[in-house]
C-alpha cells in the first residue's frame, strides 16, 4: 500500500507542521502587541528562495487572526493578506487591500454599505478607466494615495472602535495587519518604498495608530525599497530568516516522520545514518529538508529510512536535486546564462559556496581565455547572480548560498558526494 507522504515540497507549511522559528514569531508577536497598543510597528521578513519565509507569514497571520495563542497572547487582528508581481500597480495594489477587508467584512448588510460608500473612489477610477501601469512609466497619481490613506484610516477606525453604536461591524479588532509576500517584486512604478512611505505617514497625521504592514519578500527587497525611497527602510523592523541548525534539521525531519506515522498505518522508522546525510543534503534550508525528505520517504520499501533511501532519493533520475534544480535553480543556471564559460565561472566559485572569492583564484581554474572570463563575470554580476565586493575590484561571491550548494551537488560526480558526505560523517561522529 503506498503511504501518504508527510514532506511537503510545493507549498509553505500549514501552522500544524510548522517547527521552530520561536525568536522570529516572538518578535513577530512583540510587533503585535506594540500595535494593540496604538504603536504600530512594522516589518520586513527576508531571505533566500525557500528559506521559509511565505510559511512564517502565513503563520502570523493565525496567531493575528487569534487562531493560536502565543505566549498567553491571544490577538484579534483584521488580517489582510496578499502578493505583488512585476505587473501590480499602485491601484492594483490599492484594490487587493480593498478585496481583503471586503472578504473579512462585508457579510453583513450595514458593513457592505459603509464600504461601498467609503471605498467608492475606486469604483469611479475603474469606471473612468484609470490606470497606473509599470509598463507606461506615468507617475502614480497623488489623489489616488491621499484617497486610500482616508479610506482606509475611516474604515480603521470603525473596525477597531469599541464606542457604542460606532460598532458597525460584528466585532472589534485590535487592528488590520498587511501582509504583503514577494514583495521582491515591485516594478520601479509600483514604488513601493514611496507608497508605504506615505500611507504610513497620513494613516499617522490622521491619528490611525492600528495599521501594520509586514512585506515578505528575497533579500533584495531592501533595495527596491531604498531606490523607491531612501528613508522608507527607517519604517520597517528588519527580519533575516537564516538556515537552521542541524539540530532543528533534526528536529523537523523527526516531526514529520511522526506526522507520518499518524496518517499512516504502516509505521516508517529511520536510522541515524539517514538522518546525517539528510542534515548534509540540507544545510539547513528548509525547501531542501522537505524535497530531500520527501524524495527519501518515497524512496524506501521496507519501512525504515536509510542511508540507500536518502542517497537515491536525492541522486537518482528525477531525484530530489533535479526536482529543486526545476524549482528554484535552473532558470539561473541555464536560462539565464547561455553560455558554457558562465556555467563554469559558476561551478568554480561554488567551491566556495557564497564567500568571496578573486579573480585571480578563479582564473586559476577557468578553461578559457581572459577575455571570455572577463565577459562572463560581467554577465553574471549584470544579471545580479554574483556580486562585486564594494570598493574593491576583482572580487565577487555567488548571491545566494542555496544556489551554490545545488550547482555544488548537482555537478559533483554522485558517487565522489556520497563519499564525501560519508567521509564528513565519520569525522563528526569521531569528534
Ligand atoms: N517552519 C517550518 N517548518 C516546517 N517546514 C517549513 C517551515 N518553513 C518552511 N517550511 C517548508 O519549506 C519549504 C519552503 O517554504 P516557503 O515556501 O515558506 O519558503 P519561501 O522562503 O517563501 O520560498 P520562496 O522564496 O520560493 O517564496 C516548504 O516546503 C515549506 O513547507
Ligand atoms: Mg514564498
Redo the contacts with the bound molecule.
Keep these: 500500500m503506498p503511504k501518504i507522504n508527510p ?8 501552522p500544524g ?5 520561536l525568536n522570529e514569531i516572538l518578535r513577530l508577536e512583540s510587533y503585535l502587541f506594540q500595535t494593540r497598543s496604538g504603536q504600530p510597528s512594522n516589518f520586513l521578513i527576508t ?13 502570523l497571520g493565525f496567531v493575528a487572526r487569534g487562531e493560536i495563542p502565543v505566549n498567553e497572547n491571544e490577538f484579534n487582528f483584521l488580517v489582510i493578506d496578499t502578493d505583488i508581481d512585476q505587473n501590480t500597480t499602485q491601484l492594483g495594489l490599492v484594490k487587493k487591500i480593498e478585496l481583503g477587508l471586503e472578504k473579512e467584512l462585508g457579510n453583513s448588510e450595514k458593513a457592505r454599505k459603509f464600504l461601498s460608500d467609503t471605498w467608492s473612489f475606486l469604483q469611479r477610477l475603474e469606471v473612468s478607466g484609470f490606470r497606473i501601469s509599470p509598463a507606461d512609466g506615468s507617475k502614480p497619481d497623488e489623489t489616488l494615495l491621499e484617497r486610500f490613506a482616508y479610506s482606509l484610516a475611516e474604515t480603521v477606525e470603525r473596525v477597531c472602535s469599541q464606542i457604542q453604536g460606532m460598532e458597525l461591524f460584528n466585532a472589534h479588532y485590535n487592528g488590520v495587519l498587511i501582509l504583503i ?2 514583495a521582491d517584486n515591485a516594478s520601479r512604478a509600483l514604488d513601493l518604498g514611496s507608497f508605504f512611505k506615505l500611507l504610513l505617514e497620513r494613516l499617522q497625521r490622521r491619528g490611525c495608530d492600528r495599521v501594520m504592514v509586514g512585506l ?3 533579500s533584495e527587497l531592501r533595495n527596491v525599497l531604498r531606490e523607491s525611497h531612501p528613508s522608507s527602510l527607517r519604517l520597517f523592523e528588519h527580519l533575516e ?1 537564516g538556515r537552521l541548525t542541524n539540530d532543528e534539521v533534526i528536529q ?1 525531519i523527526d ?2 516522520i511522526e506526522k507520518a506515522n499518524e496518517d499512516n498505518e504502516e509505521q516508517t522508522q529511520i536510522n541515524d545514518e539517514a538522518r546525517y546525510f539528510l542534515v548534509a543534503f540540507s544545510e539547513g ?7 530531500f525528505g520527501y524524495s527519501a520517504f518515497a524512496a524506501d520499501q521496507d519501512d525504515l529510512i536509510d542511508r540507500d533511501d536518502v542517497v537515491q532519493g536525492a541522486l537518482g533520475v528525477g531525484g530530489a536535486l533535479e526536482l529543486i534544480g526545476d ?2 535553480y535552473r532558470d539561473n543556471f541555464y536560462n539565464k546564462i547561455q553560455k558554457d564559460s558562465y556555467r563554469q565561472v559558476l561551478r568554480i566559485m561554488a567551491d566556495n559556496l557564497d564567500d568571496w572569492v578573486s579573480k585571480k583564484n578563479i582564473r586559476a581554474k577557468f578553461k578559457g581565455k581572459d577575455s571570455t572570463l572577463s565577459n562572463a563575470i560581467k554577465a553574471l554580476r549584470d544579471r545580479y547572480i554574483i556580486l562585486s565586493k564594494e570598493g574593491t575590484r576583482g572580487i565577487y561571491r555567488l548571491q545566494h548560498k542555496g544556489f551554490a550548494l545545488w550547482i555544488k551537488f548537482y555537478t559533483t560526480d554522485p558517487s565522489v558526494l556520497e563519499t564525501s558526505i560519508e567521509k564528513n560523517s565519520t569525522a563528526e561522529s569521531v569528534a
Design positions: 514532506f511537503n515540497p510545493n507549498y509553505p507549511v500549514n507542521m510548522f517547527v521552530g522559528r531571505g533566500e528562495r525557500g528559506i521559509g519565509k511565505s510559511s512564517i507569514m502565513n503563520y509576500d514577494e515578505v519578500g528575497l530568516l523537523v516531526r514529520y534550508y528548509h525547501h531542501f529538508i522537505q524535497q524549482r528554484y
